[in-house]
């Protein structure tokens, strides 16, 4: 089966060394097997950690379906462990890319721009995929079933590929299916089979503590309009059909009235209740730090990116794996940076769990 999907904004897949020198399957097939395990954890699903000492396994002594089953978490069913194999083959290819760039509206030698030039200093020069791009997908009806559920979520409320976070890996697919009945061919597989059981841990992302905001700002929006201009760290000159400019949304807004950026916002939301330290501790807790013992972000922020097939318009994802608490003031802060009326509307993990229980329509 051949699935066509189209990359809005640049797709990241890193090599041994991180980066970005071509399109590595290993990659994509590494950010869908954690979508799948943040799907199967939210509807109730043991997914294991598989870096962890405690990962599933086979010894190879099993002799039937069930005993295989009972040892393997449906994600390791799905994408293969010790002594299992992958359920499907995949290879994907991409014949358009781009050059790597991101942008700022701070000045060379201001924070922003300095950061972004030191941790990205290696992938300047380097192209990412973009735009069309194939999946060849081979495997029995089943689990080819499950992945195209599994597409089907990520396309909706998520990304494909590395560094999300830094707004890569927006894509679209035409024959998507609708998210609640993508949602709920997970759930009836789950319900099929009897696989291995575990206690999931509280900090291990899920649908449970998910949440996300889906924006479409208007052309004339005065921040869209002087991202335009924005200062770029990379070759060429800036995109039309995606601006890079994530990092300024989800770290720190450089320019007076546009908000101060979702990190500074929470930071400050959090010093009304606590210490400087404690506050500095909780907000890199959620937003990731590289300093001494590194911290994965748990709040994603795409580029602003065009869906020319359907309107003129910026568009702009944004998710978090914590309480909604977080994401209110996540929501309020986007309403300041963009100079929006109201907070957008936030749609959490329990809302599309309960949205989608019943029979696949």
Known sequence: MEIKIKALTPIWTGGVEGKPDRLHTTSIIGSMRWWYEVVVR????????????????????????????????????????????????LEVQSNTSVPFQLATLESKNK????????????SRGTNLP??????????DDDVIDQVKALL???????????KTQYGYGQFDWDDKIELKNAINTIRQFLSG????????????????????????????????????????????????????????????????????????????FCRHSMSKEDAKQKTRSLFGTLENDKIGS????????RRRNIDN?????????????????????????????KPPSIVTGKELINYSRGEVQ
């Not at 300095?114 to 290696?122: C, G, K, P, V």
């Not at 503590?209 to 060429?236: C, E, P």
């Not at 702009?316 to 986007?334: A, M, P, R, Y």
């Open 42 to 89: 939210g509807l109730g699903g043991y997914a294991c950690d598989p870096s962890s000492e405690k990962r599933c396994e086979l010894s190879g002594k099993e002799k039937t379906r069930e005993e295989r089953l009972a040892k393997l978490c449906p994600a390791c069913y799905l994408f293969g462990c010790g002594g299992w194999k992958r359920r499907f083959r």
């Open 111 to 122: 924070f922003n721009h300095w950061w972004l030039s030191q941790i990205f200093e290696d």
């Open 130 to 139: 973009f735009g069309e791009i194939s999946l060849s997908l081979n495997g």
């Open 152 to 162: 089907s979520i990520m396309v909706n409320i998520g990304g494909i590929g590395a």
């Open 193 to 268: 089979n009897i696989f291995k059981s575990g206690s999931n841990k509280d900090k291990w992302y899920s649908l449970t503590n998910f949440w996300y905001y889906k924006l479409s700002i208007t052309s004339d929006n005065g921040l869209v309009n002087k991202f335009k201009n924005a200062n770029l760290i990379g070759n060429g000159n800036m995109p039309s059909d995606y601006l890079p400019v994530s990092f300024d949304i989800r770290y720190k807004m450089p320019s007076s009235g546009d908000g101060t950026g979702l990190r500074s916002a929470y930071y400050s």
């Open 298 to 305: 748990r709040i994603f922020v795409s580029h602003l990116f």
């Open 313 to 341: 318009n910026h568009h702009l994802k944004v998710w978090g794996f914590t309480d909604d608490s977080v994401g209110k003031v996540v929501g309020d802060e986007l309403k300041n940076i963009f100079g929006l009326d």
